[in-house]
């Protein structure tokens, strides 16, 4: 359980709690293989700057992984151990493949060092939260415990839980130009 709060001010301009409630858009993009993989959608925002109008953007909506143009998105991501899913991975079909990453919203790069590997047309601000995971990059790859954080720039890379726990991280992603050629 996720306990969001939103703060705004009233009519008077005092500051005060506009909701104050347990996260309800979580998504489980492969319930079938593993209903621990979890997205935790806490907001969005479609226009830089931020506009302070609406209580709640992501009430009943779909969540991409990428934030929308001029956009945000802040999420929390339950990663459990990956041996199972990437089993299951193994084993999906083309069309299967497709509709996982339509449900993510991220084109994966099935060629990479990491099934999961893909990129977002975005800068992400990554912090481990509690257990342990490895960022997988092209020609690197890390090991990162609880408080380490990344700032990951449009580049290829994946989340890989080899250990026995689940692992938590928090993203906040900004749309960013396209600096590279490749995404």
């Known amino acids: 359980m996720i306990r969001r709060i939103v703060t705004q001010n009233d009519d008077e301009g005092k500051s005060r709690i506009a909701s104050d409630a347990i996260?309800?858009?979580?998504?489980?993009?492969?319930?079938?293989?593993?209903?621990?993989?979890?997205?935790?959608?806490?907001?969005?925002?479609?226009?830089?700057p931020v506009k302070f109008n609406d209580i709640d953007p992501i009430k009943d909506k779909h969540v991409s992984t990428s934030p929308s143009p001029n956009g945000s998105m802040f999420r929390f991501v339950n990663y459990p151990p990956e041996h199972i899913l990437l089993n299951q991975i193994a084993k999906m079909t083309k069309e299967e493949l497709i509709e996982f990453e339509d449900t993510v919203g991220v084109k994966l790069d099935f060629n990479g060092k990491h099934p999961l590997m893909h990129m977002t047309k975005s800068i992400d601000f990554c912090i481990v939260l509690s257990g342990e995971i490895y960022l997988v990059l092209d020609n690197e790859e890390t090991c990162l415990k609880q408080f380490d954080t990344?700032?990951?720039?449009?580049?290829?890379?994946?989340?890989?839980?080899?250990?026995t726990t689940n692992c938590l991280m928090a993203y906040v992603l900004l749309d960013a130009e396209n600096n590279y050629n490749h995404i």
Do not use: C, Y
Not at 24 to 45: A, G, M
Not at 151 to 162: E, L, P, V
């Open 23 to 48: 996260t309800s858009n979580i998504e489980i993009p492969l319930p079938q293989f593993d209903p621990e993989f979890k997205f935790f959608n806490l907001w969005t925002t479609d226009t830089m």
């Open 150 to 163: 990344v700032i990951q720039r449009g580049t290829s890379h994946a989340w890989s839980n080899r250990f």
